[in-house]
């Protein structure tokens, strides 16, 4: 079996040595027995969970997220981990549509503007003054 310290670890996983420290404290890696001098030692399965973790958060899983996702795929449970998956994808396309209504709104704004002339003159700065446009 493979053995790690917390360096050797953190590098494998390509993190830092604060971020395996975190997630110790937050419950998402268990805290790594101690050799006899006191240094953590970690073992494979330490790895596995750091690049899930990590895997997870590029999806954009919240840390929260990522440790029920660890809760379910330690049950083994392929519908649970299917029905987080479909949840956290819907949250994503709310996102994605509200950041379009956003970008459409500010792309008006930019289109009415002048580009020069008086503050009153621009749209942009009257919808944020004055609140004209919800974004």
Do not use: W
């Amino acid at each position: 079996m493979t053995s790690f310290a917390i360096g050797q670890l953190a590098s494998a996983a390509g993190v830092g040595i604060d971020t395996v420290r975190y997630y110790e404290r937050s419950g998402l890696l268990k805290p790594a027995a101690r050799s006899a001098s006191g240094y953590r030692k970690y073992g494979e399965g330490e790895l596995d969970r750091l690049n899930f973790i990590r895997r997870a958060q590029h999806l954009g899983f919240s840390l929260s997220e990522i440790g029920e996702l660890l809760a379910i795929s330690g049950r083994g449970d392929v519908a649970a981990m299917y029905q987080a998956a479909k949840l956290h994808l819907e949250e994503i396309d709310k996102r994605i549509f509200e950041l379009h209504r956003v970008r459409d709104a500010l792309s008006r704004l930019m289109s009415e503007c002048p580009r020069e002339g008086s503050d009153g003159d621009c749209p942009i700065l009257r919808a944020l003054i004055n609140k004209e446009v919800s974004p």
